[in-house]
């Protein structure tokens, strides 16, 4: 069978493939020290599976409008404004099947054949693949670890083409836990002023904020909102990864696109999913602040544990759970008479030798690094970084 030409455009998901393995090794009974889980190890809170099971039990199991039920939309706008002071209405919403779908949406909606992405690196792995999905080209600007992984105004400035439709946003940052400050906005900001193109706001790691106040650019540039979408959803602020509940807001007409794109695919998100997510929205903050605080725990002993490692360092992630270990130092070591050589090698090498699942940072667009996400116990975190000391000390 031949099949369609768009798939060679697209690899498979890095992060979902490393993750498959490190968890078949699991179930072999092989005593494996995972860190590149993408989803908090935290229950879904129980108010928000109550609210399902009342959903089910009403009988609320049938489709609902496309674009969500009409109070989610309202509470999705209420929460908007109150946490992110922007306002939106109703139909300027559309609820998806996680925020990933929220994204894929945008970009079948905006890109022609061609159009150009810009996307920062370090980058989710999803991105430049949702965006040739859609015929589109990543464009890549890439961000320094000195700089806290904020970009350069100047460099976007020179990114920007007649061809730039969109520029993508994620902060706190996947994967490396960055958040961009206000001054950091406010240069994004000025570099895209004068062209005319979309910006993307992935917002779904906001609740997981370690330091200082989470802003989004069109809090710090008002004037950019008319072209501004935001992306948030369920999954890491409710542990609601399973659900699958995502939202866009934004301007009317890419959201009426982004609907007819949902209409023929997917149409609504699931019906129980939706009632889920308003309780979520309108629960009490308990849960992620719990959450929150012992993430904090769990960052301080990664953070100074990978620092203690001979060739490693590791800056502070303000967000998120993740942490980007910079590993330059390793690579050109030698590992069993050859050199490391490779961040991808490295993670070979700590999962087949060492039982610790890493990520290797080239997917992510920053060769030299690791993502190692915290969103595991500390008995875990203490158990890699044991393993990582006898891996470094096994270094020539
Ligand atoms: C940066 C970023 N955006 C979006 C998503 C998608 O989240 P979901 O589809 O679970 O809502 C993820 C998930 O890992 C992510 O890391």
New binding site residues.
């Given amino acids: 069978m031949q099949l369609a030409q768009r798939l060679k455009a697209i690899k498979p998901s890095p992060t979902l493939a490393l993750n498959a393995r490190a968890k078949a090794l699991a179930s072999q009974g092989v005593d494996v020290a995972g860190f590149v889980a993408?989803e908090p190890d935290f229950d879904t809170p129980e108010f928000i599976k109550q609210a399902a099971i009342d959903a089910l039990r009403a009988g609320f199991t049938k489709y609902t409008p496309t674009a969500g039920i009409i109070e989610l939309r309202e509470a999705i706008c209420a929460k908007l404004q109150k946490d992110n002071q922007l306002t939106y209405a109703p139909d300027q919403v559309l609820v998806s099947t996680?925020?990933?779908?929220s994204?894929y949406n945008i970009f079948q909606a905006l890109l022609n054949e061609g159009d150009e992405v810009i996307i920062l690196a370090p980058y989710?792995v999803?991105y430049p693949d949702m965006v040739m999905l859609a015929g589109g080209k990543p464009v890549f600007v890439e961000t320094r670890e000195e700089n806290g992984f904020a970009p350069e105004p100047e460099a976007i400035r020179r990114a920007l083409t007649p061809r730039t439709k969109a520029l993508v946003l994620?902060s706190p940052s996947?994967p490396s836990g960055a958040v961009f400050s206000r001054e950091a906005l406010e240069g994004i900001a000025s570099a895209v002023r004068g062209h005319d193109c979309l910006i993307i706001s992935?917002d779904?790691?906001e609740k997981l904020l370690f330091e200082g106040q989470f802003a989004n650019i069109g809090n710090v540039a008002p004037e950019l909102v008319p072209r501004l979408v935001v992306?948030n959803?369920?999954?890491?602020a409710y542990s609601m990864?399973g659900w699958?509940?995502?939202y866009a807001a934004g301007p009317k007409a890419l959201i009426a696109g982004m609907q007819m794109i949902q209409d023929q695919s997917t149409s609504n998100a699931s019906s129980i999913g939706q009632k889920a997510a308003l309780a979520a929205l309108k629960g009490p903050p308990d849960a992620v602040t719990a959450m929150v605080e012992e993430f904090r725990v769990r960052r301080e002993l990664i953070v100074s544990g990978l620092n203690a490692l001979d060739g490693v360092s590791c800056r502070k992630p303000e967000g998120a759970f993740y942490v980007f270990p910079n590993v330059k130092g390793v690579l050109g070591r030698t590992y069993k008479g050859a050199p490391v050589g490779t961040s991808t090698r490295l993670s070979e090498i700590l999962l087949d030798d060492f039982r610790v699942a890493v990520m290797p940072g080239a997917p992510f667009g920053a060769e030299g690094y690791l993502r190692m996400s915290f969103a595991t116990s500390r008995e875990v975190i203490q158990k890699g970084l044991a393993r990582l000391r006898d891996f470094v000390a096994a270094l020539s």
């Fill in positions: 993408g996680g925020a990933k779908h994204l989710w999803s994620n996947n992935d779904i790691y992306v959803g369920m999954s890491k990864t699958r509940l995502g």
